[in-house]
Every structure is written in structure tokens, then in C-alpha cells.
């Protein structure tokens, strides 16, 4: 078996949202359809080697937060109902590619772009790290309402939920 190649830009350790992080996602064949959970305005945080002021996008799935640029904030804005607070913009379901227009300081550098489409909610499914997370959020006393939020659930879903939670 072949071992895994490694993207030249994994040594410049980010703590964001990258194209090599999407590659990564892309190659183990997973979904870049993600759930918004909150976007933050840092002031003074470091990016990218650069202090400086920031939107930031944070997800309920784990996965690093990803910085919004201009064309990424106006997509955000876009599937809040056009709300331009931040505060708005949550549980916000974003389907994100990778760009390889994306110029900075005239430069093609390429980038991580949301999808001007609002992607649909993905489904639960039995079997995945989320059903598990979903199981114990219901034990844990969180509502199937939270969990609506994220995912949309089959009625089948939702009673073995139920049942894999005892809730029922």
C-alpha cells in the first residue's frame, strides 16, 4: 500500500482553515458541507502571520474555524436573510470548495470559497461519529431540536435516537 502523500503547505501550521485541510477532507471522501455554529469579530488575533482584525467562522463539526474574507462574509450574510451582524450569523449550513482563482496582492494563490448555493441540511445516519455525538448530546439532556439544526432526521432516525438515548 502506497503511502499517503503530504501536502508542502501542512508544514506551515495554521491554526484556520486551509486549502491543504479541504484536500485532506476531499481524499478521505468527506463532505465539505459543514453547519456554521457562530461567527466571532477578533480584534488584534493573528492570521496567517498578520495581526489584525478578523470575522471568523466557527463550526459544529470539528473542523479548524475558517476566516472570512469579503466574498465569504457576503455569502454568510447572503443565507442569514441578509443580516450584516455577525451575531446573526449562526447555524448557517455552508458547502465550501476549494478556488483556485483566489488572488492575493495580485497573485493567484488560491482559496477556500463557500458555495453561493445554500447547501440543504446533510441527513443523520446511523453508524457516523455525528450519530454517536447526536445519541449522547439526547442523553446528555440536549433536545432533538439542536440536533435539527445541524441534520435533517428521517422519522426512522429520530426513533432510534430516541431509543439509543432511552428517551423514549
Known amino acids: 500500500m502506497e503511502k499517503p502523500?503530504?501536502?508542502?503547505?501542512?508544514?506551515?501550521k495554521s491554526d484556520h482553515l486551509g486549502i491543504a485541510d479541504l484536500e485532506d477532507l476531499i481524499e478521505e471522501k468527506h463532505t465539505l458541507v459543514f453547519n456554521i455554529k457562530e461567527v466571532k469579530q477578533e480584534i488584534g488575533v493573528t492570521v496567517a502571520g498578520?495581526?489584525?482584525?478578523?470575522?471568523?467562522?466557527?463550526?459544529?463539526?470539528?473542523?479548524?474555524?475558517l476566516v472570512l474574507n469579503s466574498t465569504n462574509s457576503k455569502a454568510v450574510k447572503m443565507f442569514a436573510n441578509n443580516s450584516p451582524?455577525?451575531?446573526?450569523?449562526?447555524?448557517?449550513?455552508?458547502?465550501?470548495?476549494?478556488?483556485?482563482?483566489?488572488?492575493?496582492?495580485?497573485?493567484?494563490?488560491?482559496?477556500?470559497?463557500i458555495r453561493l448555493t445554500k447547501p440543504s441540511l446533510p441527513f443523520l445516519s446511523e453508524n457516523t461519529k455525528a450519530y454517536?455525538?447526536?445519541?449522547?448530546?439526547?442523553?446528555?439532556?440536549?433536545?432533538?431540536?439542536?440536533?435539527?439544526?445541524?441534520?435533517?432526521?428521517?422519522?426512522?432516525?429520530?426513533l432510534k435516537l430516541k431509543t439509543d438515548a432511552n428517551i423514549i
Open 132 to 158: 454517536v455525538n447526536a445519541v449522547s448530546h439526547l442523553s446528555n439532556s440536549g433536545t432533538l431540536d439542536d440536533i435539527q439544526k445541524r441534520f435533517q432526521l428521517t422519522e426512522e432516525i429520530i
Open 85 to 113: 451582524f455577525v451575531e446573526d450569523w449562526k447555524n448557517i449550513p455552508v458547502e465550501l470548495y476549494i478556488d483556485d482563482t483566489v488572488k492575493m496582492k495580485g497573485e493567484v494563490v488560491g482559496g477556500v470559497r
Open 50 to 65: 498578520k495581526k489584525g482584525n478578523f470575522n471568523i467562522a466557527y463550526f459544529h463539526e470539528k473542523i479548524k474555524p
Open 5 to 12: 502523500k503530504t501536502h508542502y503547505r501542512k508544514v506551515f
